[in-house]
Structure formats: structure tokens, C-alpha cells
């Protein structure tokens, strides 16, 4: 049987503080730097998470949950 993966997007990313994200990959529309955007901004630019993407806890609890972790 495969491992069940939590769906990769800023809303599992341990990136997401909530109203900003605290990530450093590079937008897509200016270029910049991605730390300090609106997550609003993040959610619609990164719908599959970017290359800085990395599993939050509470994600992560939930992907082994239903793995029967």
C-alpha cells in the first residue's frame, strides 16, 4: 500500500505564518523575493506549493494519521 502525502500548497507549508509568507523562493510576477508576501498573494501564485515548500507540523501529523502512524 502507497503512503498517503499531504497535498503540497501554502496552506500545509510550514512557510505559512499566517498572513505572510516566511519563505524564500522568488515570485513569479516581480521576481523578488517570496518572504513577506501576502499569503493571499502566495495561495494564488504558488497553487502546488514552490520550490521552497516544506511540510508543516500539523500537516505532517495528519499525513500519519492517516497512514496509521
Not at 512557510?15 to 498573494?41: I, L
Not at 494564488?44 to 521552497?52: A, V, Y
Amino acid at each position: 500500500m502507497e503512503d498517503k502525502k499531504v497535498e503540497k500548497s501554502c496552506m500545509t507549508c510550514e512557510f505559512n505564518f499566517g498572513d505572510v509568507c516566511a519563505g524564500y523562493g522568488t515570485r513569479t510576477d516581480t521576481g523578488k523575493e517570496t518572504y513577506g508576501m501576502p499569503m493571499e498573494d502566495a495561495e494564488k501564485m504558488f497553487p502546488t506549493g514552490c520550490d521552497d515548500y516544506g511540510i508543516s507540523l500539523e500537516a505532517f501529523i495528519e499525513q500519519e494519521k492517516k497512514n496509521g502512524r
